[in-house]
């Protein structure tokens, strides 16, 4: 099975939307990072297959309506944001602009 790196921006998307989620409801912000990490581990069958936006492949999320952000390399898929859709398109294309 392939390797998936969250690297740490992302990691800290991860966490930030999942204390929005825990801020409504504790069980809502779990289920929120189970949701998450089951797309990513199907990120490590799947990977390479999403189009392009912004420069980066993007994933949809299943259950919730974030973007998952990633780049291929010959051994590797490395998580770079894992962003809520509902955002401007032009602060999603600044911010993975810096990453």
Known sequence: MRRVIILDEAARDLERARDFYDSIDRDLGNYFSDSILSDLENLALFHGIHPRHFGFHRMLG??????????DTARETYVVAILDLRQEPLWIREELSVR
């Open 62 to 71: 299943r259950t919730f309506p974030f973007g998952i952000y990633y780049e």
